[in-house]
């Protein structure tokens, strides 16, 4: 056992001494984190998905309906979602969109009350006109929720509409009031009915689930794992190369050629790769946790998640190491292996995807880790994190063997 | 001028000696825009819808009918389940909702009372927005012709009031009836436009990912021409190189050339490819196109240059390009959207040449721009290029 730690521990010396790698190793990750803290608003608090959307509306419309939505965009209550002004001229709103200087442009045309509150004279509503929602597609969620207001005043008007129009239909069938009455009483009821209809009549109440409620849930504590594991897979790469670089400068023949056996000198090597691994994540979530104060749930479970996840991407780099057959095919196929693993495995996102991705990003310790990560910062135990840590060690074995198999056949480890 | 060009074949044939080196010029930009694509685009089929668990503990009409309505959308789906089953599929992190219907929905939601639908989301699955509109629609689908029917017996009782509660029930009812039909026949009194006048002028996911993809993927060897600088000073070329008749400004040449030429050809070759998969609009304005491209790698070659006056070693140098190659990419929004960033922060971002390059390409791709709207974003490229060169230049070290 002395000897295989002994083989281990020097790894881990030689890995951290060595400059150039540590700026994958430790840098990349660090940096790349402290940026999506900047863009993401995580290092701000102001988390959600969009605020201040730049909007312009156009209200060509003489009637009460087009005041009101103009008024219902411009509004105090909605300040923080929309940075909202008011423009004369519809060519000019336009090439605000165009430009890109405002999301979208709400243009309300002239006869919009009219086309939808009948006149008190003829009974009769206007010809139909529509509200543009001019959007500029390179900002399709924030247009997008302008959209979705415009689309909530128009239901709440259609609904008061709609349900005026029934009421004066049956009581003019059921004769209860006269034909002659019906443009007075329709014209009262429409300019109350948009104010009157309880579109909230089935209110959805949403309550996240787990210990920790929504709001408490810094996204960041699901999105700083990604890029460790993201740049963990790099790092396990390294770790297989330097077996080759071994057998390629001889020091692996000298080795061997101590009463050390070929087995034992493979584990130790492996030894090297998990404890270079398990120091950087532990670096990267310490060093989070100062500087972003960031949560990542119960300590001892973070601790058995970043042992289990390291022992999966080990198991990886030792694989990678068995089929290569010069150390730079090593660097270049861990490279593209830890940025594919971190695309599927949802490194970059802070989710895993669905559908048959979803379940090939399974191979990826990246997705059980990031799984695992997100139970965690809603407040999951280490119980719950055991089909996962249970995965990840089966992913170990499995991978491990493979390579082991490899290596014998190649001869290897023979002295 | 020929040396030039035998320098630039030189470190061509140099970098694409290893076959692995296809993996990074076409294979892995292509798999990424692909897939970031496919992610950002959000064009859910089927399969894709996210799943919504759904506990009907209430089980009449109304209920039935707002479990159709979820499964008529577009992004979610319905998957009605007993409480123990539905629970522990949530708590399985199976789907990022849980909604229950409540007993006694339909008789509240009769007689005119606001029903609560309680929803449980996984905060932490990126889908539970998704599946919280999406319910949040279906709900308001729903409650429309039951919030008209129920107006409609309000103002009718103001008219003339009711005699007994028989005649009010009745009333609701053929008002709900006359609502439903109501709704699904009223005009659609809203219209979406779009700034870009094509057949497919929504946000499109390729397009986005295209362009960032082919940023990053491009400005990463480009920040590389510091390890090539490294490599050479390493291996004692470079000195071997500059005793023969060439100059030092033709050796510079030389490399940058060669480097901005492989830049030009591979994202010429992922501007294909998106337009061809991915019917990405590139090719309105190709002049433009073209303009920002050349602009974006001279800015991106020049920063490898000063970046290779900064590094020790050709391994510190690669490793230091794909760390400023990712942190730019994601600073300039290529990886996200900069809608999404915080105000302040999309002001900052303009400090960095991704940002403007990001911006132009989004410019061309989905908003037709042509060359006069992006040569602002032209022009501030070309001034980081000048000013990485001279920087670059002035402290380059040969030996």
Known sequence: MSKLLTIGFKDLRIMFRDRAALILMLAAPFVLTLGLGLVTGGLSQSTGAVSNVPVVVVNNDAGTLGQSLATVITSADLAGLFDASVQGDVGAARSLVEEGTVAAAVIIPAGFTDSIIPSGASGQTGPLARVEVFRDPGRPVSSGVVQAVVESFINQVETGRIGGQIAIEQLLASGAVAPADVPQIAAAMGEQSGREANLDIIRVRNTASGAVSAAEIDPMSFLAPGMAMLFLMYTVSLGGRSILDEQREGTLARMLSTPTRGGQVLTGKTFGIYFVGVAQMMILIVASTLLFRLDWGDPLAVFALVLSIVAGAAGWGLLLAAVAKTPSQVSSVGMAMALLFGLIGGSFFGGTLTGPLGTLSKITPNAWGQDGFAMLARGDTLVDLLPAIAALWVMCFVLVAVAVAIFNRKGMLQR | ?399
């Open chain 2, 1 to 399: 001028m020929s040396k030039i060009l035998s320098i630039a074949w030189k470190d061509t044939q140099v970098r694409f000696a290893s076959r692995s080196e296809i993996l990074f010029f076409l294979l892995l930009p292509i798999l990424f825009t692909a897939l970031v694509g496919q992610t950002s685009s959000g064009q859910a089929n089927a399969d894709r819808r996210v799943v919504v668990l759904v506990v009907n503990q209430d089980g009449g009409a109304l209920a039935t009918d707002l479990i159709d309505t979820m499964n008529g959308s577009t992004a979610i789906r319905a998957e009605v389940l007993d409480a123990g089953e539905a629970a522990r599929r949530f708590d399985d992190r199976d789907a990022p909702a849980l909604v229950t219907i409540p007993a006694g929905f339909e008789a509240a939601l009769r007689s005119g009372q606001a029903v609560e639908l309680p929803m449980e989301t996984d905060a932490t699955n990126l889908n539970s927005l998704v599946a919280e509109q999406g319910v949040r629609a279906a709900a308001g689908v729903v409650g429309r012709p039951l919030a008209a029917a129920l107006l409609s017996v309000a103002q009718a009782g103001q008219v003339r009031p009711f005699a007994d509660d028989a005649e009010r029930i009745a009333f609701f009812d053929s008002s709900l009836a006359a609502a439903r039909d109501l709704t699904a026949s009223a005009p659609v009194r809203i219209e979406a436009t779009s700034a870009v006048e094509s057949d497919d002028s929504s946000w499109n996911g390729y397009a986005f990912a295209s362009a960032g993809q082919l940023i990053i993927w491009t400005l990463i060897p480009l920040l590389g021409t510091a390890a090539l600088f490294a490599f050479e000073r390493e291996t004692g070329t470079l000195q071997r190189l500059l005793t023969t008749a060439t100059r030092k400004p033709t050796y510079l040449s030389g490399v940058v050339t060669g480097q901005l030429g492989m830049g030009l050809v591979q994202m010429a070759i992922l501007i294909g490819f998106g337009a061809l998969a991915f019917k990405i609009n590139w090719g309105d304005n190709p002049a433009a196109l073209a303009a920002v491209l050349v602009a974006f790698g001279l800015a991106a070659v020049a920063m490898g240059v000063m970046l290779g006056t900064l590094v020790r070693s050709s391994r510190q140098a690669s490793g230091v390009s794909i760390l400023l190659g990712m942190t730019l990419g994601l600073l300039g929004g290529c990886m996200w959207p900069l809608e999404f960033f915080p105000p302040a922060v999309q002001r900052i971002v303009h400090l960095v040449p991704t940002t403007w390059a990001m911006e132009a390409l989004t410019d061309i791709s989905m908003r037709g721009a042509g060359l006069p709207q992006v040569m602002p974003n032209i022009a501030v490229l070309l001034g980081f290029a000048a000013l990485f060169f001279v920087l670059g230049v002035w402290r380059f070290r040969y030996e």
